[in-house]
């Protein structure tokens, strides 16, 4: 198993320019999420999919658009980047529900650094 | 969604030695789960451990333990015989257990820095 894989790690925009970050995963997991890293701010959740076809907004979700058309791909659109979206951006995954009353992990991606100038 | 506060942004230890980084939280809810993520220099998130809060019994994984007062709403996570591969930036975070609630909201984060 890859677990979460994200592409690509590392991204320069210019103001305005649009672009999708990667995400996908192989372990059926029916939970997809997006979180943005700011220096003092920790995690924010940016969009979130509880299975294919159904998606919704998170703490921070002004600027980015999401779709999930497949269980393994949660992408994640800028379509007109602002500086306000130079962050450190997360994917994450895990099975959706509670399997024997237990909180199942949320497995992270390695990250995507963008700057946006 | 539910505030995770941890008021320390750096802490400092010596190798072989304990640490304990606080974390509290505030929710109205009953039932939930709390965790720990490190985050070291190549940016991977990686559990530490988890607390399901209906569990009275701290949760404990090798050298890393926690002090859940559920009353006080604090979560605090103890580092025993400190490696230098614990230098990382740990997180802690709160995650409801309603149906299709997923979230985790996170705290701003404490660094940790080990010194040999």
């Known amino acids: 198993n890859a677990g979460v894989t994200q592409t690509p790690k590392f991204q320069v925009l210019k103001t305005g320019q649009s672009m999708t970050l990667q995400c996908a995963q192989d372990?059926?997991?029916?939970?997809m999420s997006w979180y943005r890293q700011d220096p003092g701010m920790g995690l924010r959740l940016i969009h979130y999919?509880?299975?294919?076809?159904?998606?919704d907004q998170g703490e921070v979700p002004n600027g980015y658009n999401v779709s999930r058309s497949t269980t393994e791909d949660f992408p994640l659109r800028l379509l007109s980047a602002a500086p306000s979206q130079t962050s450190v951006y997360f994917c994450?995954?895990?099975?959706?529900?509670?399997?024997?009353?237990?909180?199942?992990?949320?497995?992270f991606g390695p990250g995507t650094r963008l700057t946006v100038l | 969604a539910q505030t995770v506060t941890q008021s320390q942004p750096e802490m400092s230890v010596q190798e072989a030695e304990t640490v304990t980084l606080s974390c509290t939280y505030d929710t109205s809810e009953s039932d939930y789960y709390l965790f720990w993520y490190k985050q070291p220099p190549s940016r991977q998130m990686i559990l530490v451990i988890r607390q399901e809060a209906y569990k009275q019994q701290n949760a404990t994984e090798n050298r890393f333990s926690v002090n859940f007062q559920k009353a006080a709403k604090s979560f605090s996570l103890k580092i025993s015989d400190s490696q230098l591969g614990d230098a990382a930036m740990y997180f802690c975070a709160y995650r409801s257990v309603g149906l299709n609630d997923y979230k985790l909201s996170f705290g701003a984060g404490t660094t940790v820095t080990v010194r040999a």
């Open positions: 994450a995954s895990s099975l959706a529900g509670l399997a024997g009353g237990r909180a199942d992990t949320q497995y």
């Open positions: 999919s509880v299975g294919a076809g159904i998606t």
């Open positions: 372990m059926n997991h029916e939970y």
